[in-house]
């Protein structure tokens, strides 16, 4: 991925585009972060990528500037997880932060290779049933504003996608018969709870159980040894050489490359014969000669062989 060092004429300018690739610390929301990043470059037009539980860490990345408009797009790439599971006890929250609602002692009889064959069978197009403490919205309201009241309602399930999920652990670690741990690796579709997929792994494997600890190693094109934390975002601040990622280079989307005359038609949003008889069936990006992303494009709905703009930048 390319790195772009530069703040582009100063903070807090109309010039500081890009997107940030956070590494987000325990303990803070995801709107935490964007508050936190707000103050330091001294701008408004800030917005994260997709929640991350507070609890959890890792791969956040945060839009500026015109970037914010291409937000919504990184929300729905593929995520990658390393995520703890514990066994033997469910909570509210399905997390290690809820109440506990049921406690069994998990078998001491239980091997790792039964749970690495219970993970093989969550490949693929799965079922699942959003927690009632999530952002899910149902009749109007999000699910955790209902089990704040105590009110636990019937939650639509929804499609997602397992991509890979591999057991990271060599054994099972017992810290007592209703703690009993192992780590895993996942890489799924967005919209994906990894809090619930762990309660339904611990279904499979017949014990309550739930999510101890999680943290997101990749975003689409974003990886975790690639992130920046706070501190070194503040460091690069002082040093005015923060960590912006070229616009173009952050979507994982089909890209058509034009010459600077070309991207003008496409940058005043002109509807445009399909390019080069390729066949674009979806989004697809249009970036100019100095990889600055000119505009999103897709197939025209009802003009057979023309494209469309979805955004202009």
């Known amino acids: 991925m390319s790195i772009l060092l530069d703040c582009n004429n100063g903070l807090g300018g109309d010039t500081m585009d890009g997107v940030i690739p956070l590494n987000k610390p325990k303990g803070m929301t995801s709107h935490d972060c964007v508050n936190r990043i707000r103050r330091l470059l001294k701008t408004k037009k800030v917005g994260h990528t997709g929640t991350l539980d507070p609890d959890a860490e890792g791969v956040l ?21 390393v995520a703890e599971i514990s066994l033997g006890t469910l909570t509210t929250t399905e997390d290690h932060s809820g109440e506990i609602v049921k406690k069994e002692a998990v078998s001491s009889t239980l091997e790792i ?7 093989s069978k969550f490949l693929g197009t799965i079922e699942q049933t959003p927690p009632m403490y999530s952002a899910v919205k ?24 397992i991509h890979s999920i591999k057991m990271l652990s060599n054994e099972i670690t017992w810290y007592n018969d209703y703690d009993v741990r192992f780590r895993f690796k996942v890489s799924c579709s967005s919209g994906t709870y990894i809090r619930t997929l762990c309660v339904d792994i611990g279904q499979g494997l017949g014990f309550p159980a739930h999510m101890s600890d999680l943290k997101r190693t990749k975003v689409g094109n974003f990886d ?24 173009a280079d952050a979507l994982t989307i089909p890209s058509l490359y034009v010459t600077d005359e070309e991207a003008k038609r496409y940058h005043h949003g002109q509807v445009l014969d399909q390019p080069d008889n390729q066949c674009y069936s ?16 897709q197939a025209h709905p009802s003009k057979r062989g023309k494209v469309k703009p979805f955004k202009v930048f």
């Open 61 to 81: 990345p945060i839009c500026v500037g015109k970037a914010t408009k291409i937000a919504s797009l990184l929300t729905g790439q593929t995520k990658e997880y």
């Open 138 to 161: 149902v009749n109007g309201k999000k699910l955790y504003e209902y089990a704040r009241e105590g009110i636990v309602i019937e939650r639509p399930s929804r499609e997602i996608q």
């Open 113 to 119: 290779e039964t749970c690495e064959d219970i993970l």
């Open 282 to 297: 979806s989004l697809f990006k249009v970036v100019d000669e100095s990889n600055h992303l000119i505009a999103i494009y």
């Open 224 to 247: 975790l040894k690639d992130t920046y934390t706070f501190q070194d975002l503040e460091t690069a601040l002082n040093n005015d050489d923060l960590p912006f990622i070229n616009m």
